[in-house]
C-alpha cells in the first residue's frame, strides 16, 4: 500500500467516525430530552441512608450511603468469637458494604421484616413510633428483610423494598439486604445473635418481627418474639440510652 493510498482510506475513517459521532451526540441529547420529560416520584422519605427515583421506564438513582464501608472479614465460622454487633459489616438494600461499628456507643434495635405477614402493619406502624419516640436519644432500628418465613418478603432489594415501604408509610429505620436468618446460609451477624439470645424453643427465628436489643458497648442483651409490641420494648430501651 502506497502513501497516497493510506491517506485517502485514513481520510474516509476520519470522515466515518466524525459523522458516528455526531450522531451519536444528537441520540444522546434526544434521550436525554425524553427522560427529563417524564414525571417522577421519589421515595426519599423513609431511609436516612438513601434517595431513590422510582421513575417509570428509567433506572433508579440511587444515593450511596454516608456510612458506606469496606466489607469486614467476618466468616460463617467467625461470628463464634465475635463480642459485639462491630465485628461485623452488612450491606444495606443498595448493596453498600456497611461496617456495623458505626453504631457505636448507640441502643440497636435488629428486627428481621417481611412485607406480607398477618404481623406486618402492626409491627410497621409500633416501629414507626419507636423510632419517632427514641431516634433523637439514640436509638437505631437496623431492619433485615427476610423470605424464609411464608414467602413474606417477595420485593426485590433496592427500590423496591424502599418504594413499598414508603408505600406503607412505613418509616422505621434503616434497612438492609435481603437474608437468611436460619440454616447453614444464615447471615453471620444473625448467627451470632441466636448465640448471643436464644429463644424459648431454641436459638432459631420463629417468624418474621423477631427483634434483638443491643445496648451502647454492642452486646446482644434480650431477645422478643414477634408477637411482642415494639413499643412494650421502650422501657427496656430506656434502660439502656
Not at 23 to 43: G, I
Not at 99 to 122: H, M, P, Q
Amino acid at each position: 500500500m502506497n502513501l497516497k493510498h493510506f491517506q485517502s482510506i485514513s481520510h474516509q475513517a476520519f470522515r466515518y467516525c466524525s459523522r458516528s459521532l455526531a450522531a451519536s451526540e444528537v441520540f444522546t441529547a434526544q434521550q436525554t430530552t425524553q427522560l427529563s420529560q417524564h414525571r417522577r416520584r421519589y421515595c426519599a422519605v423513609l431511609l436516612p441512608l438513601f434517595t431513590v427515583s422510582c421513575a417509570a421506564g428509567a433506572e433508579p438513582k440511587v444515593a450511596k450511603s454516608q456510612y458506606s464501608t469496606t466489607a469486614l472479614d467476618m466468616s460463617t465460622n467467625d461470628y463464634k468469637n465475635a463480642s459485639t454487633i462491630y465485628e461485623f459489616s452488612a450491606k444495606d438494600t443498595h448493596g453498600n458494604d456497611v461496617a456495623l461499628e458505626k453504631y457505636r456507643g448507640n441502643v440497636v434495635l435488629i428486627v428481621n421484616i417481611a412485607s406480607k405477614c398477618g404481623l406486618t402493619k402492626t409491627n410497621y406502624q409500633k416501629l414507626t413510633d419507636l423510632k419517632e419516640k427514641y431516634g433523637e436519644r439514640g436509638l437505631h432500628i437496623l431492619n433485615f428483610p427476610c423470605n424464609q418465613f411464608g414467602s413474606g418478603m417477595p420485593e426485590a432489594d433496592g427500590e423496591d423494598t424502599v418504594c413499598h415501604l414508603r408505600d406503607a408509610k412505613a418509616d422505621i429505620g434503616e434497612v438492609f439486604a435481603k437474608i437468611d436468618v436460619n440454616g447453614d446460609e444464615a447471615d453471620p451477624l444473625y448467627k451470632f445473635l441466636k448465640a448471643k439470645q436464644t429463644g424459648i424453643l431454641g436459638s432459631g427465628i420463629k417468624w418474621n418481627f423477631t427483634k434483638f436489643l443491643i445496648n451502647k458497648d454492642g452486646v446482644p442483651v434480650d431477645r422478643y418474639a414477634p408477637t411482642t409490641d415494639p413499643l412494650d420494648i421502650g422501657k427496656d430501651i430506656e434502660k439502656l440510652l
